[in-house]
C-alpha cells in the first residue's frame, strides 16, 4: 500500500471513530434529555393533580355546596385543567415512545360507557360553551373494548378536541358503533378540505412539528399521529377521512374484548 | 358500600387535603401524613384498613415503605395502593414487587380512586 493509500486509510479510520464517539455522546444527551423532561412532567403532574382534585370536590360538594354562579366557571376549569392533563400525558408518552423507547400500553377489558363517561364529563360543557351542537349515537348492546385504561378516554377527548378546534360550521357527532371484531368511536364534523396527502401527513407522528410558512395551526396536544400510534401499539387504529365537501370522520377503533380469542 | 380507616401517604399537602376530604365526604375516616417514616409509625400504632401511599416522597421511597409495611407483623396485612405516575413505567411493576395490592396512577378520578379502594378492601 503506498504512503497516500494508508494515509487515507488512516484518515477514514480516525473519521470512523470520530462517527462513534460523536453518537455516543448524542445517545448520552438524548437519554439526559428524555430523563429530564420525564422529570418535568412528573413535576407538572403534581399540581395538575391537586387542581383536579380541588375542582372535583368543589362540583361534588364535598367542601359544602357551590353557588350556582359559580358552577359554569368550574365547569369550565376542570375542562381545561383536562386538558393541560391530556396534554402532559401525552407529552409523557411521547418521551417514553421516542427517547427512553419504554412505552408500555395495556390492553385491558373496558366497557364502551366507562370510557364514553370519562372521556364526555367535560367535553360536553366544553362543546356547550363553544356553541357546538354535541350529539352521541351509540348502538346498544356494544362490547367490552380491550383498550389501555389510562388513555383511552384521552385519545377519545384528544379527537373531540380536534373535531372542536378544526370544525369549520355545524355539529360534532360521536357514533360509537361495532365493527366486525371492533368498537368504532367516529366523530363526525365539518372540516377543511384536505388532499389525500395532507390527510396521510396529519396521522404521522412528528406532523405537528412539519415546517410551515402559512401560521395555520395544524393539529391539537401533540397531534393524532401520538393517538393512532398508542391505538396500533394495542391492536387498535385511528383513520381519519375528509369528503371533498370537508365532510371528516376521526375514528378510533379498538378490538372488541374476546375477538382475538 | 364498605367504610374504612385511610391513610394517606403524600407530600404534597394539596392532594392529601384533598383525598382526605374527599374520603371523609363519602364516610371513610381520613388521616394524612407526609413522610413515609412517620406513615410506617403511624401503621403500627393505628389500626388503618388501607394506605394510599405516594411513590414518590422526600427521604424514603414509597416502595421502601411498601416493604417496611410488608415486613413488619403489625402491618403486614394493610391493603397498599401505590399512587405514581404514568411516566415511570417501571413503578407499577415495582409496587406489586414491594407488596402493594394495587396502584393508581396520577392523576385520577374520584370515580377510579373508589373504584379501586372498593376492589382492594373486598378482597380478603
Redesign the interface.
Known amino acids: 500500500m503506498s504512503h497516500a493509500a494508508s494515509f487515507f486509510a488512516g484518515l477514514l479510520a480516525g473519521a470512523a471513530i470520530a462517527v462513534l464517539f460523536v453518537q455516543a455522546a448524542y445517545r448520552r444527551k438524548a437519554a439526559l434529555f428524555g430523563r429530564l423532561f420525564?422529570f418535568a412532567?412528573?413535576e407538572l403532574?403534581?399540581?395538575?393533580?391537586?387542581?383536579?382534585?380541588?375542582i372535583?370536590?368543589l362540583l361534588?360538594d364535598?367542601?359544602g355546596e357551590l353557588p350556582a354562579p359559580l358552577k359554569p366557571w368550574i365547569e369550565m376549569t376542570r375542562e381545561q385543567v383536562g386538558r393541560l392533563?391530556g396534554l402532559v400525558?401525552e407529552v409523557?408518552d411521547f418521551?417514553?415512545m421516542e427517547l427512553?423507547q419504554?412505552?408500555?400500553i395495556e390492553a385491558v377489558e373496558m366497557s364502551v360507557d366507562e370510557v364514553l363517561?370519562?372521556a364526555l364529563v367535560s367535553i360536553r360543557r366544553g362543546m356547550e360553551q363553544a356553541g357546538v351542537d354535541f350529539g352521541l349515537i351509540k348502538t346498544e348492546a356494544l362490547p367490552a373494548i380491550l383498550c389501555d385504561p389510562?388513555r383511552a378516554a384521552r385519545c377519545l377527548s384528544s379527537i373531540l378536541f380536534h373535531a372542536r378546534k378544526f370544525r369549520s360550521g355545524g355539529p360534532i357527532t360521536l357514533a360509537v358503533s361495532r365493527e366486525r371484531d371492533a368498537v368504532r368511536f367516529s366523530v363526525l364534523y365539518l372540516g377543511p378540505r384536505l388532499s389525500a396527502d395532507e390527510i396521510e401527513k396529519s396521522l404521522e407522528l412528528y406532523y405537528p412539528a412539519t415546517p410551515r410558512k402559512d401560521q395555520v395551526m395544524g393539529a391539537t396536544g401533540m397531534g393524532l399521529g401520538l393517538i393512532r400510534r398508542i391505538a396500533r401499539l394495542i391492536g387498535g387504529d385511528l383513520a381519519l377521512r375528509v369528503e371533498e365537501d370537508g365532510r371528516a370522520t376521526l375514528s378510533l377503533s379498538y378490538a372488541a374484548a374476546g375477538a382475538r380469542a | 358500600m364498605i367504610t374504612a380507616k385511610i391513610l394517606i401517604v403524600e407530600d404534597e399537602p394539596a392532594i392529601a387535603d384533598n383525598l382526605a376530604a374527599l374520603l371523609t365526604a363519602k364516610g371513610h375516616k381520613a388521616a394524612t401524613c407526609c413522610e413515609g417514616a412517620e406513615g410506617v409509625e403511624r401503621a403500627r400504632k393505628e389500626n388503618f384498613d388501607l394506605i394510599l401511599l405516594d411513590v414518590m416522597l422526600p427521604r424514603m421511597s414509597g416502595f421502601d415503605v411498601c416493604k417496611m409495611l410488608r415486613s413488619d407483623p403489625k402491618t403486614t396485612k394493610i391493603k397498599i395502593i401505590m399512587v405514581t405516575g404514568l411516566g415511570r413505567m417501571g413503578d407499577v411493576e415495582e409496587a406489586f414487587r414491594a407488596g402493594a395490592d394495587d396502584y393508581l396512577i396520577k392523576p385520577f378520578d374520584s370515580a377510579r380512586l373508589f373504584k379501586k379502594i372498593e376492589k382492594v378492601l373486598a378482597t380478603p
Open positions: 420525564s412532567m412528573h403532574n403534581t399540581p395538575i393533580t391537586a387542581v383536579n382534585m380541588t372535583l370536590n361534588s364535598v367542601f392533563n400525558g409523557r418521551v417514553h427512553h419504554d412505552l408500555r363517561d370519562e389510562e
